[in-house]
């Protein structure tokens, strides 16, 4: 292990790494636009976009995906490394294609995207091997550091996580891919073993109601049986609620340049936060001042 890594805190990120395929217009679209515009590729999947938020606030990700041996993939490889990711645990299969995600922006916002996890939905309970079979855990001797989760995974799968004894002990933080896969996240109200990060539309519909604030969800989300529930609302208040109560602060004022990812930041944010040992308000207050910083178009450490 070299200097720069030795005392940075490992945290897994288990989910989607995959490429996306960005299409920008600067006019605004709709359904059957066809325009100029630039077409991007960059590494993302929830769980990349986590890990490397979290390594900007100087933790050592390391994930747990599916990566194909294809090109796709050993490029990825390459652009993990490159980004501070580590990969030494990551599933690798010759039978499987690196996923991807395709998503057309206007200048209207978010068009239409497609996410093609099926690799990872493929490869199953294998990306969880390390964490089972060793090295990293066992049923006998569960991991007890922090994992960050996304809804990627089947709810099949995630179902087995929310009872899996090898995970028993981590400090597991949840988050969903997409508003389309939120429902996947019901297995951990079911069981309170996660905390889960989402905003206001998510948890609306996890507990299949319409919320008017992030604290009537926080507190809706707890009562339905999860351990911890943070829940954004853009530049509304944002709340942290568990067993003790529901704590409820706002985000800073800031010109907003930038939104996607702003969930994610927030998420890596509060994470370091509190793995550096902040209490709860004080994390909840470091973690809005990094999601401002994010929209408003720096890249906050
Ligand atoms: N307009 C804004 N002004 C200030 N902060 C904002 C704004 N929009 C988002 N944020 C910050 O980012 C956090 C997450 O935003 P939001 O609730 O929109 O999450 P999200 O929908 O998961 O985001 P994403 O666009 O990444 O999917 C907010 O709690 C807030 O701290
Ligand atoms: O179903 C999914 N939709 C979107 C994402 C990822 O979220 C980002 C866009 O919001 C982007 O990086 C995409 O890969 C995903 O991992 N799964």
Same mark, same amino acid.
């Given at each position: 292990m070299d200097q720069s890594t030795e005392n940075k805190q490992e945290i897994l990120c288990i989910g989607s790494v995959l490429w996306d395929v960005v299409g920008r217009a600067t006019i605004a679209m709709r359904a059957g636009s066809d325009v100029p515009g630039r077409i991007q590729r960059i590494p993302g999947g929830v769980a990349m976009n986590i890990a490397m938020a979290l390594g900007r606030f100087g933790l050592q990700p390391s994930a747990l995906t599916a990566i194909g041996i294809d090109p796709e993939g050993e490029e990825l490889m390459a652009a993990c490394t490159r980004l501070g990711v580590? =990969? =030494?645990?990551a599933y690798r299969s010759p039978d499987l294609p690196t996923d991807q995600y395709m998503a057309i922006e206007g200048a209207n916002g978010l068009i239409a995207a497609i996410a093609d996890a099926h690799s990872l939905e493929a490869a199953g309970a294998r990306i969880l091997s390390p964490l089972r079979d060793g090295p990293l855990g =066992?049923? @006998? +001797?569960?991991?007890e550091g922090t994992i960050a989760l996304d809804g990627n995974l089947t709810h099949a799968l995630l179902e087995e996580i929310a009872t899996d004894p090898a995970f028993a002990r981590a400090d597991l933080r949840v988050a969903p891919a997409s508003p389309g896969k +939120? @429902?996947?996240?019901?297995p951990f109200l079911r069981h309170g073993r996660a905390t889960l990060y989402v905003n206001l539309e998510e948890a609306g519909l996890l507990c299949q109601q319409i919320f008017d604030t992030s604290e009537e969800a926080a507190s809706a989300l707890v009562a339905r049986g999860a351990k911890r529930a943070l829940v954004t609302n853009g530049a509304n208040p944002c709340s942290d609620g568990n067993a003790d109560g529901v704590i409820t602060a706002a985000p800073p004022e800031v010109l907003v340049t930038r939104i996607t990812g702003a969930g994610d930041t927030f998420m890596a944010a509060h994470m370091a936060a509190e793995i550096s040992g902040m209490a709860r308000g004080a994390a909840l207050t470091r973690a809005l001042e990094a999601a401002a910083i994010y929209v408003s178009g720096e890249l906050p450490s």
């Amino acid at each position: 292990m070299d200097q720069s890594t030795e005392n940075k805190q490992e945290i897994l990120c288990i989910g989607s790494v995959l490429w996306d395929v960005v299409g920008r217009a600067t006019i605004a679209m709709r359904a059957g636009s066809d325009v100029p515009g630039r077409i991007q590729r960059i590494p993302g999947g929830v769980a990349m976009n986590i890990a490397m938020a979290l390594g900007r606030f100087g933790l050592q990700p390391s994930a747990l995906t599916a990566i194909g041996i294809d090109p796709e993939g050993e490029e990825l490889m390459a652009a993990c490394t490159r980004l501070g990711v580590d =990969t =030494t645990h990551a599933y690798r299969s010759p039978d499987l294609p690196t996923d991807q995600y395709m998503a057309i922006e206007g200048a209207n916002g978010l068009i239409a995207a497609i996410a093609d996890a099926h690799s990872l939905e493929a490869a199953g309970a294998r990306i969880l091997s390390p964490l089972r079979d060793g090295p990293l855990g =066992t049923s @006998e +001797a569960p991991y007890e550091g922090t994992i960050a989760l996304d809804g990627n995974l089947t709810h099949a799968l995630l179902e087995e996580i929310a009872t899996d004894p090898a995970f028993a002990r981590a400090d597991l933080r949840v988050a969903p891919a997409s508003p389309g896969k +939120a @429902e996947r996240l019901l297995p951990f109200l079911r069981h309170g073993r996660a905390t889960l990060y989402v905003n206001l539309e998510e948890a609306g519909l996890l507990c299949q109601q319409i919320f008017d604030t992030s604290e009537e969800a926080a507190s809706a989300l707890v009562a339905r049986g999860a351990k911890r529930a943070l829940v954004t609302n853009g530049a509304n208040p944002c709340s942290d609620g568990n067993a003790d109560g529901v704590i409820t602060a706002a985000p800073p004022e800031v010109l907003v340049t930038r939104i996607t990812g702003a969930g994610d930041t927030f998420m890596a944010a509060h994470m370091a936060a509190e793995i550096s040992g902040m209490a709860r308000g004080a994390a909840l207050t470091r973690a809005l001042e990094a999601a401002a910083i994010y929209v408003s178009g720096e890249l906050p450490s």
